[in-house]
C-alpha cells in the first residue's frame, strides 16, 4: 500500500534536492532511493539504525535549512 502512494508522489519525489524518511523501512528505502537517487535520500532514526544513514532525533534535526524538500514518516511511535 505505502509503495502504491509513494507511486502516486513520483512527481514530487523525482524533483526533490532531498528526500528525508524518518524511521526508515527496507521496501521503502530502496523505492525512494530508486526514485530519487541514492545521493539525494538519507533514512534516519532515533533508536533503529538497520536501514538509517544517521541516528538523530526527530525535534532536532541537523540539517541545515531548505535543504530537504520532502520527509517521509510513515510509522513513529513516542
Keep these: ?3 502504491h502512494v509513494l507511486r ?9 534536492s532531498c528526500v528525508l524518511e524518518y524511521s526508515p ?3 521503502i528505502r530502496g523505492l ?3 526514485m530519487v537517487g541514492a545521493e539525494r535520500y538519507v533514512g534516519i532514526d532515533l533508536m ?4 538509517a ?4 532525533d526527530a525535534c532536532h ?3 541545515a535549512d531548505n ?3 520532502l520527509i517521509v514518516q510513515f510509522h513513529v511511535l513516542e
Excluded: H, K, N
Design 48 to 51: 533503529d539504525l538497520r536501514f
Design 53 to 56: 544513514d544517521v541516528q538523530v
Design 32 to 34: 525512494l532511493q530508486a
Design 67 to 69: 535543504s530537504i524538500d
Design 8 to 16: 502516486g508522489l513520483r512527481p514530487f519525489v523525482e524533483t526533490a
Design 1 to 3: 500500500m505505502l509503495a
Design 25 to 27: 523501512q527496507r521496501q
Design 61 to 63: 534535526l541537523p540539517f
